[in-house]
């Protein structure tokens, strides 16, 4: 399968052409941010220092050198576990005009919809890959909220960024939905075996 | 406070164990998730499976970390009786080697207060690392084993007091509930550890120790071991496949640890290990010579 390339900030329109499965590969400037950056933001209510709209958000927490004040080299950049951050899912669309959240290990269901009415996609990445994944990342070009170290917010420049697996598109279709739904008929299978 | 050669040697290992073991993961793996890459059909399996392989390579040729994620150190210690260091110098030597490892890599630390989750160190902190203690009456050497373990894989534990009339059919089950639950968080496929009997911190004990054995190995107790290869098998019949996003394969082993219980107990604990199932070992011998990668 041949994978679509998108270049971010993108645009609505971009994001409905993907489809769940599609294999994305992704150029630009791509956001870091992790559980405490959104509860500043959300449950704080701290607006964030940087412009989110039409932004892919990575959520990370990445190990670095730091090199002077607000100036950091990478040292390894991976992904972390989506799951826990599912809640912020709509006020990242609605109100910051976020596009595209990536991470590992997929959203849960409640994400399906304000994904669709709103726009937006899930990128699952391969967790785990850091050594490649650092490749990618040409550059920490800045960094925000630096107290709260690593769950800060960082700016990333990236090329060849992938590759990525649309988990939840903009249509209503989720791949962590179908395979739970077809693993749970399995288990009734598997247990009357047993 | 005196600080011995040996306690010098032991935190050297410790520090070298940390880093390596983020670095190199062990040829089992490897193997294991090339023949997973061969085994696996679907398409998004396979492009999972593809980019690990190449993630892995990418780790040997930058000398970089497989995963960012550095996880807590975890320490298995056998101490021999003769072993001329205490156990209470080995827990500092220990913990200086993970802080320095940590500082002069430099490695992301990862170490919070539970409650205010301020960082409280180069990860180190209070009851960190955590070490895991054996004593050998009639030797004088030490093997240690270092396994960081990341946190996505370690949110997916559970625990489940089963009765005994739930048999090994509720063992069976309540594996298969979590694994499918688990889904994609723990970064399939990998290392499905299980502890049965015991009690119930002692079964999660054995899970974890079930998680760093080698792949290939199987529990000595042929019940045991029939029970890994029954789990292994039905596991990669959920379909929940690499990273969670479907395939055949979703671990690459099942590794149960047992514990004679009582008899109104049948526990069963699940620690997940993701497919960077890292770790590394040592042996340290009484004068303070080190043989690395010793399993034990």
Request: with cysteine; proline share 6%; hydrophobic share 40%.
């Amino acid at each position: 399968m041949s994978s679509k390339r998108l270049t971010f900030p993108t645009t609505e329109e971009q994001i409905r052409e993907l489809h769940a499965g599609d294999e994305v590969v992704v150029d630009g400037h791509i956001i870091g941010i992790r559980d405490r950056t959104q509860i500043r933001i959300f449950d704080q209510g701290i607006e964030p220092p940087m412009d989110l709209a039409g932004a892919f958000l990575l959520h990370t927490a990445p190990g670095v050198r730091k090199l002077g004040p607000g100036r950091y080299e990478k040292v390894s950049i991976g992904t972390t576990t989506s799951a826990r951050m599912v809640r912020f899912t709509e006020g990242l669309g609605k109100r910051y005009g976020v596009r595209a959240i990536c991470g590992k290990g997929g959203l849960p269901d409640e994400a399906i919809e304000p994904m669709q009415r709103l726009g937006m996609v899930y990128f699952a990445i391969v967790g785990g890959a850091a050594a490649l994944e650092t490749t990618q990342i040409e550059e920490i070009e800045e960094v925000a909220w630096e107290e709260l170290m690593p769950e800060c917010l960082w700016k990333f420049r990236v090329k060849d960024f992938g590759p990525l697996t649309v988990g939840i598109d903009s249509h209503g279709n989720s791949l962590f939905r179908d395979v739970q739904e077809r693993a749970t008929k399995k288990l009734e299978e598997l247990n009357a075996r047993l | 406070m005196i600080t011995t050669d040996l306690e010098g040697m032991v935190e050297d290992a410790a520090a070298h164990l940390y880093v390596w073991a983020l670095k190199d993961i062990p040829q089992d793996l490897r193997d294991a998730l090339a023949d997973a890459a061969e085994r696996e059909t679907s398409v998004t399996g396979q492009r999972v499976l593809s980019t690990i392989l190449k993630n892995v390579q990418i780790a040997d040729s930058d000398e970089n970390l497989v995963c960012q994620d550095t996880g807590i150190a975890v320490y298995t210690c056998r101490v021999g009786e003769q072993f001329p260091l205490h156990p209470a110098r080995i827990y500092v030597a220990l913990k200086a080697g993970t802080e320095r490892a940590t500082i002069e890599h430099p490695l992301r630390s990862n170490a919070v207060h539970t409650i205010t989750r301020e960082n409280t160190g180069p990860n180190t902190g209070y009851r960190l690392p955590i070490v895991h203690w054996e004593f050998i009456p009639e030797w004088d050497g030490l093997d240690v084993k270092c396994v960081p373990k990341g946190s996505g894989s370690e949110n997916m534990s559970f625990l489940k007091m089963c009765i005994p009339a739930d048999g090994v059919k509720g063992i069976k089950q309540f594996v298969l509930e979590s694994i499918v639950g688990a889904g994609g968080k723990p970064c399939p496929p990998g290392i499905v550890g299980i502890g049965i009997g015991g009690s119930a911190d002692y079964a999660m004990y054995l899970a974890k120790e079930a998680i760093a054995r080698p792949i290939g190995t199987r529990n000595p107790d042929p019940h045991v071991a029939k029970l890994e290869e029954e789990l292994y098998e039905l596991l990669n019949e959920t379909g929940i496949g690499p990273m969670g996003l479907g395939g055949d394969v979703t671990v690459l082993q099942c590794h149960v640890e047992h514990a004679d219980t009582h008899m109104t107990l049948n526990p069963v604990a699940v620690n997940y290990q993701c497919w960077a199932a890292r770790r590394a070992s040592a042996h340290i011998g009484p004068e303070g010579e080190v043989e690395y990668d010793r399993e034990f």
